[in-house]
């Protein structure tokens, strides 16, 4: 809040306005009591609530929430038009009861607001990350009113000079406030715009006789020589009492006594020692170990929070590597870039954060990116993360923009520094932060719109975020961009690059490798299509209708989408002339669209986990859609995964045989054991004939340490010369499939299997001839789905259920038994028995099923 933006209190002493933590909510409750109302004006219309028409609507209102969420609320929302937020003036009313000296705490208000407490302005702010707290004399009967301030009108009276302005956020004065980009993007973001009181509302009385009164907790742990500490802080509004007792929990019930002291009127800390605590890894490497953290306060149990131990160091790796280690494991980081948990209300609940990070974990990720287009998460967001062991990497929220004007002591900088600070300070407690990054593009777009190198750098990023790091959270790794480094900020053989070699750029997939990327904070970003069910069920008709195109996501100015980058992919991986397929066989056409990004991406980062590679990560772009229809999402807007989801989830998993195709040296098996303890796995290789005649085989007992792995030559494996790759063309070729099965124990259960296609045409297997049963078991459904030949890419659509396993490929003679799980609400209609279709991509037709 800089000083000609907010109010200037000389002129009214009994109010004091204070810049406090954004996420310093209170670990016992002080929301504003009062029923919330939501009403809409011209902009401008009224200068004070005493200004309001007398006939003016009032709606109820979530708070916090948004004008968008008291809209869908009141069942005027909808999503595919969201209507347009930033042209009116939003007001915001609550009456409440109190008298005497109080304190309002405001933890987050978008964007330009104005606060009127019983017709007299006690606060101006135009600031959406920071929390703010002004000290009030209530009458009794109070009126408390929040005026969001057209945003449109406001940005047209901004100017000053830049350097570049980026083509893909619109309006380019946004650079001036500080707000999200989110809703501000055409071409992959709806115009949903970040409007009201998205962070709680507090009303705090310093004179509460009870002591627990906003109490808020400040917890950081920390490895030190194989010990652990931790140190507890509670902040208390009255006067803090002269000690209290804490302590730390694990999981087993072990207890780590420890005092807190007073340290001034209002502060006790404490800090306990845990020696050789149990770790917090990811889930692929070990197990999210967490500690519970409770104080007792005059004799009452107060629950602070839950702290986890661990290190987070980049590796001593070769010149230009950026390699994440943790607890001294170097970790293949995989994951993807989250938009939204909630776009229209940026709920901060846990329910909508694990929703979507149940599907994140199950999925195979040990990373996820919030980056900077997008809105920093509440605290549930984080905390679900410790539980699941989702490794976080987080941008602050700029980007793409020149912000050469703000450093320290310029522009807006005490406003950022504040804004900084405050995060991370509040999120210390949180194990799974990682990686923090000063923001998006912000290099790269001054490189590419021919900035001179010498404006590349700024010092937002340069000094004023790392230095603030280095105070408040030496124990994570500081990343000045995304991307950066290298002789062009988008190299991708040097630091953190945003990757769309294969993908958006149209490389071959061995580009791959020759691109030697290092860490892919962003990667692989497709028009992904989601399900028939979904497809029906979002009522927009599939392939070239104008509503199908408008949700296919572009770059600005570009005269290509993304559905033009998968099609490319068809007809140079498939062999398929994409328009004549999609008028004349348009499920053909779909199923192949899915089946094809699935392909590319498993190959991509089997390139990148294979032993030897200089790659240490890859996030994909994105991980949900935010509108149904074929988006950036691994996951479409109902939560259902789409077919990139199902194929990465194998290509992610721990344990893992991946194949790479390494032309005339044959064919190399990874084989990957990134868990906590050591193995003996057994690899089988096969070859197949016509998908069904065992032309070679061959096993291998192997033995990998925990966090191992091993590169086996397909030829070592064999007696004998063979053709893998069909690289020497010594007449015809004698087989058209290779299967690397990894199992748990000779004849054991299988693991992991990778496929390795000589002819990846689209018409170049045989039929498999699939069969299914199903059955049901107590109160579940099975099917049991086998092949005489070779399947690629099986997948089912059914009407009401979801298989627990989707887009595979199946050997011959063999079977998958897969739960079918209703989709239906809790509580509602009774499930109707499982009715839909099996594909394959070489099935002539689709196999039904109905119980």
Not at 122 to 147: K, P, W
Request: glycine residues 8%; charged residues 20%; hydrophobic residues 40%.
């Amino acid at each position: 809040m800089t000083q000609q933006n907010c109010l200037d209190t000389s002129l009214v002493p009994i109010w004091r306005a204070v810049p406090v933590s954004r996420a310093g909510i209170g670990i016992v409750s002080a929301a504003l009591d009062g029923a919330w109302t939501w009403a809409q004006t011209a902009a401008g219309a009224a200068q004070s609530p005493a200004a309001l028409p007398a006939g003016i609507a009032w709606l109820p209102a979530p708070v916090p929430g948004t004008v968008a969420s008291a809209l869908r609320a009141a069942g005027r929302w909808d999503d595919a038009a969201p209507t347009p937020l930033h042209v009116h003036d939003h007001w915001y009313r609550a009456a409440f009861s109190g008298l005497g000296r109080k304190t309002l705490r405001f933890n987050g208000l978008a964007t330009v607001a104005e606060i009127w407490l019983n017709g007299t302005l006690v606060l101006s702010t135009r600031h959406m990350f920071v929390a703010h707290e002004v000290d009030v004399d209530l009458a009794g009967d109070n009126v408390l009113h929040i005026c969001f301030r057209a945003l449109e009108p406001w940005l047209r009276k901004q100017r000053g000079p830049v350097r570049w302005k980026p083509r893909m956020i619109v309006p380019a004065q946004l650079r001036a406030v500080r707000t999200t980009l989110l809703g501000h993007m055409p071409g992959w973001c709806p115009p949903v715009h970040a409007v009201g009181p998205w962070r709680p509302v507090e009303l705090l009385d310093p004179a509460s006789e009870d002591i627990l009164h906003g109490l808020r907790a400040d917890l950081w742990a920390r490895v030190q020589e194989q010990n652990g500490e931790v140190t507890v802080r509670l902040h208390f509004l009255a006067p803090a009492p002269d000690s209290a007792s804490f302590e730390i929990r694990d999981e087993a019930g072990l207890r780590h006594p420890g005092r807190l002291s007073r340290i001034d009127d209002h502060t006790l800390e404490g800090v306990v020692r845990v020696e050789h605590p149990r770790l917090w890894w990811p889930h692929t490497h070990g197990e999210p170990h967490l500690y519970g953290v409770e104080a007792t306060i005059d004799g009452r149990a107060v629950h602070c929070g839950r702290v986890g131990f661990r290190s987070v160091s980049l590796g001593q790796d070769e010149s230009g590597a950026f390699a994440l280690h943790l607890n001294g494991e170097r970790i293949f980081c995989r994951g993807a870039c989250i938009s939204s948990m909630d776009l229209p209300g940026l709920a901060d609940v846990d329910e909508a954060s694990r929703h979507w990070l149940d599907l994140a974990r199950a999925g195979g990720m040990n990373m996820v990116r919030v980056s900077g287009v997008t809105c920093y998460p509440g605290d549930a967001f984080y905390r679900v993360c410790d539980e699941l062991g989702l490794l976080v990497w987080q941008d602050f929220m700029f980007a793409n923009f020149d912000y050469g004007s703000i450093g320290p002591g310029v522009g807006l900088s005490d406003d950022i520094a504040r804004e900084v600070a405050e995060w991370l300070s509040s999120t210390r407690t949180h194990p799974s932060v990682a990686v923090v990054c000063g923001g998006s593009e912000a290099e790269q777009q001054a490189a590419m719109l021919g900035a001179a190198r010498g404006d590349w750098k700024q010092p937002l990023f340069d000094a004023l975020i790392p230095d603030l790091v280095a105070t408040h959270r030496p124990d994570i790794v500081y990343v000045g961009n995304s991307p950066t480094g290298g002789a062009l900020p988008f190299q991708p053989d040097t630091g953190v690059s945003h990757y769309y070699g294969v993908g958006a750029y149209q490389r071959p997939l061995a580009d791959a490798r020759l691109a030697q990327v290092r860490f892919a904070s962003e990667c692989l970003a497709f028009a992904n299509v989601p399900c028939d069910r979904t497809l029906a069920e979002s009522g927009s008709p599939p392939l070239h209708s104008p509503r199908w195109k408008a949700r296919v996501p572009r770059d600005a100015g570009a005269s290509w989408d993304f559905e033009d980058v998968r099609e490319h992919y068809l007809r140079t991986l498939y062999d398929v002339d994409p328009a004549r397929l999609r008028y004349e066989q348009p499920q053909r056409y779909l199923m192949l669209s899915r089946a094809v990004v699935a392909e590319v991406m498993s190959d991509v980062f089997a390139e990148w986990r294979r032993v030897g590679s200089s790659c240490a990560g890859g996030l994909v772009w994105q991980f949900q859609d935010l509108l149904p229809g074929a988006g950036w999402g691994i996951v479409d807007a109902c939560g259902r995964p789409k077919s990139a989801w199902h194929a990465l989830r194998q290509a992610w998993q721990p344990l893992q045989v991946l194949i790479t195709d390494e032309g005339l040296n044959g064919l190399h098996l990874h084989v990957l054991n990134e868990t906590a303890q050591a193995r003996a796995l057994w690899l089988e290789l096969r070859c197949l004939r016509d998908g069904e005649v065992v032309v070679a085989q061959a096993r291998r007992l192997l033995r990998l340490p925990a966090h191992g792995a091993e590169c086996v030559e397909a030829a070592a494996l064999l007696d004998r010369f063979f053709d893998f790759t069909y690289a020497y063309r010594f007449g015809p070729p004698t087989h058209d499939v290779v299967q690397a099965t990894l199992l748990a124990g000779e004849g054991g259960e299988p693991l992991s299997q990778a496929v390795y296609l000589p002819d990846r045409r689209a018409a170049a297997l045989k039929a498999p001839d699939l069969q299914a049963r199903l059955e049901r078991v107590s109160d579940d459904w099975w099917i049991t789905v086998t092949a005489r030949r070779f399947a690629r890419w099986v997948h089912i659509e059914d009407r009401a259920y979801h298989a627990s396993e989707n887009w595979f490929h199946l050997a011959p003679g063999g079977g998958r038994r897969l739960r079918l799980v209703f989709d239906g609400k809790a509580g509602g209609d009774a499930a109707p028995a499982p009715s839909g279709e099996i594909y394959a991509l070489n099935a002539e037709h689709p196999l039904g099923y109905d119980g």
